[in-house]
């Protein structure tokens, strides 16, 4: 039938079924749909609809509670033709997928610290790096000493599912040695002097001790191509942030709402959950409040704001809001509270560019 054909018929359905619920050839019509989706799904590259530059991937904006709008923390950057992910929250491979970012395009994923939701989306991510991209070596893991338990543990824990794909689909498919993770830890600095974990290809990775105690945490600096951006990991307000972050291009920061959040530790205590009121009040004093990420920025002089891992959960629209005015109090410049599926983009050819990809 042609196109057209298809066009009239599609019309005359929603018609009907509009006004008596008919449905006839509903399903050869969502048949055709999934088809065009699919051609245009398996070709979609994020990658290449970027100009040369470095690019802040929002692949995961949330925290460990739940919700389903946002992923658990997780940066992509896209720095020329390299791929790398910072954490790997929980929906973070769904979301990069979503986002047509192949996971066998990445390079390595860094950890800023060792807490579960900063690495419990890893084993879904591995699993994608090694079947969309008939991996040979597993995903780099890059991360504080204690890395390597992590990516042992769940090496372990999927053997058995790993050889059940390789004998399923044959070696040429899915390697037996592209499967699960392989560590590379590194010390945590102990004084405000980054260090340098990356420096290929024009592309520079380096982390510097951040305050999130009793964790030991590091933020990150990324260089390519005369841009800049860092990534602040979780912390409260640090000394050693602002000395790193000086002139980058971009800050992207987490922000907790104390505001915010005594309304859930009060509704929790009133609750008789006296157990979550507490954790509610003690994540107050190793994270960062909206205004202190803004005078982060201010202090660093940072061209532009952006705000992530953002606490509590904001499912009401307008709370973003709250963040952003916020911060907005002590910092002159654009600041925004990021979303999954935004992207953020320096372009070797200057200039800031916001936009939105991915099926939201």
């Known amino acids: 039938m042609k196109r057209s054909n298809w066009l009239w018929l599609a019309a005359l359905v929603i018609i009907l079924g509009a006004g008596a619920g008919v449905y006839i050839f509903r399903g050869e019509l969502a048949t055709r ?42 940066l992509a950057v896209i720095a020329g033709d390299q791929v790398l992910v910072f954490d790997a929250g929980e929906g973070a491979a769904e979301t990069l997928a979503l986002m047509g970012v192949n996971a066998g395009d990445i390079q390595a994923v860094y950890l800023s610290h060792l807490h579960s939701d900063h690495y419990d989306g890893l084993a879904p991510l591995a699993l ?18 204690g890395a390597s338990r992590i990516a042992a543990g769940l090496r372990e824990a999927y053997a058995i599912d790993s050889a059940y794909r390789t004998n399923h689909h044959g070696p040429e498919v899915m390697p037996p040695t592209g499967a699960g993770l ?53 912390t409260s307000r640090s000394a050693s942030l602002a000395q790193n972050a000086r002139g980058a291009d971009l800050l992207v920061h987490e922000a907790l709402s104390p505001r915010l959040n005594a309304i859930i530790e009060n509704a929790a205590r009133e609750a008789g959950r006296e157990n979550v009121g507490a954790i509610f009040h003690d994540i107050l004093d190793y994270h960062t409040s909206p205004e202190d990420a803004g005078s982060v920025a201010t202090e660093a002089g940072v061209g532009a704001l952006a705000l992530t891992h953002l606490l509590p ?33 320096l372009p070797t050819a200057g200039g800031l560019q916001r936009s939105r990809h991915g099926r939201f």
Request: glycine content about 12%.
């Open 182 to 234: 392989r560590a590379q830890e590194f010390a945590v600095p102990t004084g405000n002097e980054p260090i340098v974990l990356r420096d290929e290809g024009g592309v520079r990775v380096l982390a510097f001790r951040v305050d999130h105690a009793p964790t030991e945490a590091v933020g990150f600096r990324v260089e390519y191509g005369g841009r800049s951006l860092v990534i602040s990991g979780d």
């Open 33 to 74: 749909l999934l088809e065009r989706a699919a051609a245009q799904g398996m070709s979609e590259s994020l990658t290449a609809q970027l100009p040369d530059g470095l690019h802040a991937v929002f692949c995961g904006t949330g925290s460990p509670l739940p919700d389903r709008s946002r992923a658990g923390p997780c």
């Open 128 to 145: 994608q790096h090694w079947a969309t991209g008939t991996a040979q070596e597993p995903l780099l893991l890059v991360g504080p000493t």
């Open 313 to 345: 959960q904001t499912p009401i629209p307008g709370l973003t809001a709250t963040f952003e005015r916020d911060a907005k109090t002590t910092y002159d410049g654009p600041v925004w509270a990021m979303r999954d599926g935004d992207v953020i983009s």
